[in-house]
């Protein structure tokens, strides 16, 4: 009797001990993580091709490939870490320029620790221009007087210049071309540069920054009160005059500006991200 008392003791007790073991939810899954790289096209010109590198980085550390496809052969062009989610790179053959009128694939990859190629992105393929003919009619048109620096436009009848020309009536810092005539468009606004993205969306830049919403021409720097001008934007306002503009969209902007600095524009501040060292 004492014998099997104990055995039953024994045998409640393992039972225990595995219900302990085996809960009645099941434990979470562990997430696997990757990166995802992807590649775009972000402009195409005769010798070059600017591509767009996106990325949600799991891996930082790790060393990213970008490869280009030219017929049979592919290139290892680009070995480089990826600190940021967003990376413009232009391929233009090192300087030499890429063929005309010839098409161009790129895709990315990772590597790991053990040199292993993973997260390869989908493949994508642009076309360099072709070379232009040299039949040209040119045709002179006589405005006014004066000085234009700068001219950006989106279509043979839509080009805007900028600078300084007096005309029969009036001064104008900013003119335009609607395909059949030149003329004068804004007497304030001005600059030395100009640079856009669309018909409603254009900016200049000089002795300040301003921005073309389709409809109206806006300081973004300063603005005036009493023959005075107060900052809108600390750093832009300090850094002006401005002699170049560029950027992918208005809420990444970079102007060119005085001392050799380079002014970049989120869309809501500006702050300066390169300066020229004149110390020696």
Known sequence: MKKCIYFLIINFSFLIFNCSQNPSKPPEPVLQ????????IEQVTHRSISL??????????NKYVLNSISG???????????????????DDNEGQGLALDSEYSYFAYRIDSLGIARDTSE????????????DFTWTEYTLGSGEL??????DEN?????????????YYSIIHWDGTEWRGIAQEVGGSSIFGFSESDIWVAGGGVAHYDGSNWQWIDHYSQNSQSFPLDQVLY?????????????????????EGKIVHWDGEKAEVVYQVNNSS
């Not at 590198?53 to 891996?59: G, I, V, Y």
């Not at 493949?123 to 040299?134: P, Q, R, V, Y």
């Not at 620096?149 to 989106?154: F, L, R």
């Not at 839509?158 to 009036?170: L, P, R």
């Open 52 to 61: 767009r590198l996106n990325s949600k980085l799991q891996n930082t550390k």
């Open 33 to 40: 993580t990757r990166d995802t790289i992807t590649v775009s």
């Open 123 to 134: 493949t994508i393929t642009a076309k360099t221009l072709a070379a232009t003919s040299h």
């Open 149 to 154: 620096y700068d001219v950006w436009g989106t």
């Open 72 to 90: 049979a052969d592919t290139l290892s062009f680009v070995i480089f870490t990826l600190s940021s989610a967003d990376t413009l790179i232009i």
């Open 158 to 170: 839509n080009v805007y210049a900028v600078g300084g020309v007096e005309t029969d009536s009036g």
């Open 238 to 258: 300090d850094n002006t005059p401005y002699r170049a503009i560029w950027g992918t969209s208005s809420a990444n902007l970079y102007f060119a500006g005085r």
